[in-house]
């Protein structure tokens, strides 16, 4: 059973940062992807990026790339997010997610374990 907490959300101004961390214990081949998903207040769960332990290989969605990187320590067993420039519309709940399979297909309804969920909110 793989269990995912994540941690580093909070309230920071537009045009600032943050870094999210995503711990991951019981990892599996069911394990070998790892995203990041975020829901705002009355819209449906999107997904953000994701990135494959094996080889670090990673994927965005359009609306964060080249303001967000995300990256994993093996050692570590530990996913994170960097954020930068954040904007107002970056608001919402972040969650960590994870799954076996391809790294491309990043249906949130394809992740099997999913985390708790952190806030961030980002003041204009």
């Not at 990135?51 to 570590?76: L, P």
Request: hydrophobic share 35%; glycine share 10%.
């Amino acid at each position: 059973q793989v269990q995912l907490v994540e941690s580093g959300g909070g309230l920071v101004q537009a045009g600032g940062s943050l870094r999210l961390s995503c711990a991951a214990s019981g990892r599996t081949d069911s394990s070998e992807i790892m995203a990041w998903f975020r829901q705002a207040p009355g819209k449906e769960r999107e997904f953000v990026a994701a990135i494959r332990w094996s080889d670090g290989k990673t994927v965005y969605a359009e609306s964060v790339k080249g303001r967000f990187t995300i990256s994993r320590d093996n050692a570590k067993n530990a996913v994170y997010l960097q954020m930068n420039s954040l904007k107002s519309e970056d608001t919402a709940v972040y969650y960590c997610a994870c799954k076996g399979g391809s790294l491309y297909n990043i249906a949130k309804n394809s992740f099997n374990y999913w985390g708790q969920g952190t806030q961030v909110t980002v003041s204009s």
